[in-house]
């Protein structure tokens, strides 16, 4: 099975690149533990998209911890990185979105895969209940959905971005994705469009699992993107709009999973001790070894 993590993003709001930031009590990344979670429930294809300059760091920093007949690929997300045809040649400083990071790996991966954001932790039951749809799922062209409660994704630093769900039954019918939602005197809200929240709504923490046939989709949604025109400088191609995409044309049935998982990110820079914190109360209980991996010759 697959793995897929998202590490390209810039971390504008944390302020540095938060991906290589050592949060655990050995200094080790917040993706790490997302690697090591998956690995203990069969996973044994490690991608990660990245930004250019940082393959070859990630790349030797990955390959000695990971264990004997695990595979690597560590890919740079690019903003020329586009489909046949298609060309940019405006001003632009980050590339086109979770969805363009995903279509990066359509070179490597040709099954099922699950893919993750790298700031964020999911949780071990997330990867169990995944891998069990994988396997339920084996030869149908099923996507998955592992959803998280909105009141426990929340920041107590700032608004947060969530793709909050619609589903009929354990189906998924939408995500709609709200840009700044936090939490007020008054309740949860959208601050963006006003909308208000029980906290109880179920989200997308970009925790999908994905079929091949999602590459042929992005290539399409690339391609009409670019030809609209429209805020080329900093509109982004969603991974969720995507998939939503595919459920509107009937291409794609998403089932929604239970996480069953703790979540935290670090969306900001506070955001960090408490990442910290955790991570060091799951270690000292023995949810994790520690070094998490065992002795690296670098």
């Known amino acids: 099975m697959i793995l897929l993590l998202m590490a390209a993003g810039k971390g504008s709001r944390y302020g540095k690149l938060k991906q290589f930031d050592g949060l655990g009590p050995e200094e080790e990344f917040l993706m790490e533990f997302s690697i090591y979670d998956a690995l203990q429930n069969d996973f044994d294809h490690i991608v990660v998209i990245t930004q250019k300059n940082n393959v070859d760091f ?38 086109w979105g979770t969805a363009h990071a995903v279509w990066t790996a359509r070179e490597v991966i040709d099954a099922p895969f699950v893919v993750i954001n790298a700031d964020d932790y999911y949780g071990k039951n997330a990867y169990r209940n995944a891998a069990q749809f994988i396997r339920s799922e084996d030869g149908s062209d099923a996507f998955g959905l592992v959803a998280y409660t909105l009141k426990d994704t929340l920041s107590e630093h700032g608004s947060v971005s969530r793709g909050v769900c619609e589903q009929e039954g354990d189906q998924l019918l939408s995500v709609v994705e709200r840009t700044k939602i936090q939490e007020q005197d008054n309740g949860i809200v959208d601050t963006d469009s006003g909308l208000t929240f029980t906290g109880e709504e179920l989200v997308s923490m ?65 955001d960090k001790e408490k990442a910290m914190e955790k991570l060091q109360e799951m270690t000292g209980a023995g949810g994790y070894p520690s070094p998490l991996w065992p002795a690296v010759t670098v």
């Open 58 to 95: 990630l790349r030797d920093y990955l390959s000695p911890r990971l264990p004997d007949g695990i595979r690597l690929d560590v890919l740079a997300q690019q903003l020329e990185d586009l489909p046949a045809g298609i060309e940019f040649d405006g001003e632009r400083a980050k590339p």
């Open 206 to 270: 970009n925790f999908w699992v994905c079929q091949p046939t999602i590459f042929d989709q992005i290539t399409k949604d690339l391609k009409a993107f670019i030809a609209q025109g429209d805020n080329l400088e900093r509109g982004e191609v969603y991974l969720p709009f995507v998939i939503q995409a595919m459920l509107k044309s009937q291409l794609a049935e998403v089932k929604v999973i239970p996480s069953e998982s703790l979540w935290f990110g670090v969306t900001y820079l506070d």
